[in-house]
Antibody, heavy 121, light 107 residues
Framework: EVQLVESGGGLVKPGGSLRLSCAAS????????MNWVRQAPGKGLEWVSS????????YYADSVKGRFTISRDNAKNSLYLQMNSLRAEDTAVYYC??????????????WGQGTMVTVSS | DIQMTQSPSSLSASVGDRVTITCRAS??????LGWYQQKPGKAPKRLIY???SLQSGVPSRFSGSGSGTEFTLTISSLQPEDFATYYC?????????FGPGTKVDIK
């Protein structure tokens, strides 16, 4: 079964750091670009960051640029999001999503269940 | 950045109704658009990719059309399990952007 499972969320103080992980299974992880998408409580979806299959290309939303770092370990079938200098407005459910655009199958076809990040003092 | 708008922002409909949701891009995005369904507390689920291709396993009552700047998602006969929020996503250029969503609830 194709699956993405996020972990690492929790409660953190403003200015703090957190590292999210996304474990992939059931497909050839190294063949796909991957993404992080977030959703603040009661709000819509916001794309956060993308990383290509070999980590050669990385993109960030302006709202997180310079504070968040996306990375991946293809040997471990894992995607990561290092979040530093966290702000209250970063409070959201964070989803990882697979990106099959290289296979001409659109974007964001498989999503994880999400992990909640709360930034509060 | 490409801005995505959706209309309506919400709608009330009955089981069996035909429902159409529109998504507009601030500039041309070819057919680099997907439609997603999200239920409360759940992850989004892709319904349509490449503007008009039906995701495997998604019922055929869902269809998508459009190209360039205007796109539509149509549910031909609304079913009880279709009450949810629907989002479009453009992946033509970074930053990728979602529409603000359309909430479909029961009349």
């Amino acid at each position: 079964e194709v699956q993405l499972v996020e972990s690492g969320g929790g409660l953190v103080k403003p200015g703090g750091s957190l590292r999210l992980s996304c474990a992939a299974s059931g497909f050839t992880f190294s063949s796909y670009s991957m993404n992080w998408v977030r959703q603040a409580p009661g709000k819509g979806l916001e794309w956060v960051s993308s990383i290509s299959s070999s980590s050669s290309y990385i993109y960030y939303a302006d709202s997180v640029k310079g504070r968040f770092t996306i990375s991946r370990d293809n040997a471990k079938n894992s995607l990561y999001l290092q979040m530093n200098s966290l702000r209250a407005e970063d409070t959201a459910v964070y989803y990882c999503a697979r990106d099959p655009r290289a296979l001409l199958q659109g974007a964001f076809d498989i999503w994880g269940q999400g992990t909640m990040v709360t930034v509060s003092s | 950045d490409i801005q995505m708008t959706q209309s309506p922002s919400s709608l009330s409909a009955s089981v069996g109704d035909r429902v159409t949701i529109t998504c507009r891009a601030s500039q041309g995005i070819r057919n680099d658009l997907g439609w997603y369904q999200q239920k409360p507390g759940k992850a989004p689920k892709r319904l349509i990719y490449a503007a008009s291709s039906l995701q495997s396993g998604v019922p055929s009552r869902f269809s998508g059309s459009g190209s360039g700047t205007e796109f539509t998602l149509t549910i031909s006969s609304l079913q009880p399990e279709d009450f949810a929020t629907y989002y479009c996503l453009q992946h033509n250029s970074y930053p990728f952007t979602f529409g603000p969503g359309t909430k479909v609830d029961i009349k």
